[in-house]
């Protein structure tokens, strides 16, 4: 089973920009599509964003798809999550979740331990 491990989270400003990454050891992690969740606590876990195993399929929460963007490097077994014009809201343990299949999010094979990412106003 591929094993996504987080990495980028932070303190930011609102108005700043941060990049998330998410990597795996596992080869086949070029095979999944790939993508982001959110979570702040006593609440549920929110879709943000996934890609395809190819990266040509971008696909975004609404609220979300005109500051954060995803994208993929299948020779680094690397997946970004770039968000910008950070808002205290976007303040949320952010999880990256690789899908059983090649396009789409769901089912989710697995989640990572998640990255903690805190928007000060």
């Known amino acids: 089973q591929v094993q996504p491990v987080e990495s980028g989270g932070g303190l930011a400003q609102a108005g700043d920009s941060l990049r998330l990454t998410c990597t795996a050891s596992?080869?086949?992690?070029?095979?999944?599509?790939v993508g982001w969740f959110r979570q702040v606590p006593g609440m549920e876990r929110k879709f943000v964003a996934v890609i395809s195993a190819r990266g040509d399929r971008p696909y975004y929460a609404d609220s979300l798809k005109d500051r954060f963007t995803i994208s993929r490097d299948n020779a680094k077994n690397t997946v970004y999550l770039q968000m910008s014009n950070l808002k205290p809201e976007d303040t949320a343990i952010y999880y990256c979740a690789v899908g059983t299949g090649q396009t789409g999010m769901y089912p989710v094979a697995a989640y990572g331990q998640g990255t903690q990412v805190t928007v000060s106003s």
């Open positions: 596992e080869r086949t992690f070029h095979d999944h599509s």
